[in-house]
Antibody, heavy 117, light 107 residues
Framework: EVQLLESGGGLVQPGGSLSLSCAAS????????MSWVRQAPGKGLEWVSA????????YYADSVKGRFTVSRDNSKSTLYLQMNSLRAEDTAVYYC??????????WGQGTLVTVSS | DIQMTQSPSSVSASVGDRVTITCRAS??????LAWYQQKPGKAPKLLIY???SLQSGVPSRFSGSGSGTDFTLTISSLQPEDFATYYC?????????FGQGTKLEIK
């Protein structure tokens, strides 16, 4: 059974940093691209970032480019999202997602990030 | 970036009704489109991929069609568990983008 377990969410002040992790199990982590998708309270889905299976290529939404960094450790089957210079508009539930042929089949339960003073 | 526009933003319908949701891309995406269903407090669930392919385990009352810039999701006979929010998403290029969502409510 595929499982994606996010952690690291919490309350952070504007301008602060936070690091999210996603522990994957039930599939060969190193074979698949991974992504982060977020959802602000009461709002729609927003794609944040993606990383290919090897980690050699990464992609970002314009809204987070230069502030967020996605990475992975295939030996630990873990995906990361380093978030710097956080803003109020980054407040959201962050989902870890794994792709199958470019489509998001498996989702974690999400972790809430709140940016507020 | 490719913009995805869904219509309507919300729709009220009754059990047994046929419902169609549309999604328009700001530029051609061939068939690189997915549809997701999300219920309150839950992660989204993939329903349709490659515009018209039904994800394993999804009831056959869900269907998708379209290519290029115009796409539709159809629910042939609404069931109580179908009342949720639906999103389209393009997988043609980065950055990936979602539609704004369509909330399907009980009439």
């Amino acid at each position: 059974e595929v499982q994606l377990l996010e952690s690291g969410g919490g309350l952070v002040q504007p301008g602060g940093s936070l690091s999210l992790s996603c522990a994957a199990s039930g599939f060969t982590f190193s074979s698949y691209a991974m992504s982060w998708v977020r959802q602000a309270p009461g709002k729609g889905l927003e794609w944040v970032s993606a990383i290919i299976n090897s980690g050699g290529s990464t992609y970002y939404a314009d809204s987070v480019k230069g502030r967020f960094t996605v990475s992975r450790d295939n030996s630990k089957s873990t995906l990361y999202l380093q978030m710097n210079s956080l803003r109020a508009e980054d407040t959201a539930v962050y989902y870890c997602v794994t792709s199958r042929g470019s489509y998001y089949v498996y989702w974690g339960q999400g972790t809430l990030v709140t940016v507020s003073s | 970036d490719i913009q995805m526009t869904q219509s309507p933003s919300s729709v009220s319908a009754s059990v047994g009704d046929r419902v169609t949701i549309t999604c328009r891309a700001s530029q051609g995406i061939s068939g690189w489109l997915a549809w997701y269903q999300q219920k309150p407090g839950k992660a989204p669930k993939l329903l349709i991929y490659a515009a018209s392919s039904l994800q394993s385990g999804v009831p056959s009352r869900f269907s998708g069609s379209g290519s290029g810039t115009d796409f539709t999701l159809t629910i042939s006979s609404l069931q109580p568990e179908d009342f949720a929010t639906y999103y389209c998403q393009q997988a043609n290029s980065f950055p990936r983008t979602f539609g704004q969502g369509t909330k399907l409510e009980i009439k």
